[in-house]
T-cell receptor
Framework: QQPVQSPQAVILREGEDAVINCSSS?????VHWYRQKHGEAPVFLMI?????EQKGHEKISASFNEKKQQSSLYLTASQLSYSGTYFC?????????????FGKGTKLSVKP | NAGVTQTPKFQVLKTGQSMTLQCAQD?????MYWYRQDPGMGLRLIYY???????DKGEVPNGYNVSRLNKREFSLRLESAAPSQTSVYFC?????????????FGPGTRLTVT
């Protein structure tokens, strides 16, 4: 029941856009996105809730398609600081409240 | 406000040795978690504690035990370490916020079992 992320890796030039996808086989209550830089802890980016509500702290957008059980993270006009591995974490209906199942991650490299 | 702290940062064990990884948070969160992270595998939940006095198994609990000592502290114990437990261990805490639970992670403990 681990969500599937795609692509596994992407290389961008500064200013280019990227989309990272997260798909689940289970009905989702929420999808969380985290970014992890090499050697550091994951850092929260955004929560998307059933019903289309979007919460976050940074200027990175995302969508949540409940019917398809999918979420997409949109990084526009990428900056060097966007480099890192992005993880989606899914909260399933019927699971323990607050527990997330993480995907394997998408490694994003932004080059000058 | 230190957030989530973990000790030690690095540890090398021999097969069969035991050790306890310590985690503390100062955000007054009810829920705490232990994850392991292996290359290419993402974060996998070992144990979690929804509140003080309760603990439950996650996806990969075998070979581990936990103690929720109080609201602040959540420790992870390896009774007899095995090379398969070589990994980076993250502790996290969370609180309900606007419809769901945002998790805050500690800096991690890098454990090598030889």
């Amino acid at each position: 029941q681990q969500p599937v992320q795609s692509p596994q890796a992407v290389i961008l030039r500064e200013g280019e856009d990227a989309v990272i996808n997260c798909s689940s086989s289970k009905a989702l209550y929420s999808v969380h996105w985290y970014r992890q830089k090499h050697g550091e802890a994951p850092v929260f980016l955004m929560i998307l809730l059933k019903g289309g509500e979007q919460k976050g702290h940074e200027k990175i957008s995302a969508s949540f398609n409940e019917k398809k059980q999918q979420s997409s993270l949109y990084l526009t006009a990428s900056q060097l600081s966007y480099s890192g591995t992005y993880f989606c974490g899914t909260e399933n209906y019927g699971g323990s409240q607050g527990n997330l199942i993480f995907g394997k991650g998408t490694k994003l490299s932004v080059k000058p | 406000n230190a957030g989530v702290t973990q000790t030690p940062k690095f540890q090398v064990l021999k097969t069969g040795q035991s050790m306890t990884l310590q985690c503390a948070q100062d955000m007054n969160h009810n829920s705490m978690y232990w994850y392991r992270q292996d290359p290419g595998m993402g974060l996998r939940l070992i144990y979690y504690s929804a509140s003080e006095g309760t603990t439950d198994k996650g996806e990969v609990p075998n070979g581990y035990n936990v103690s929720r000592l109080n609201k602040r502290e959540f420790s992870l114990r390896l009774e007899s370490a095995a090379p398969s437990q070589t990994s980076v261990y993250f502790c996290a805490s969370s609180e309900y916020w606007q419809g769901s639970y945002e998790q805050y992670f500690g800096p991690g403990t890098r454990l090598t079992v030889t």
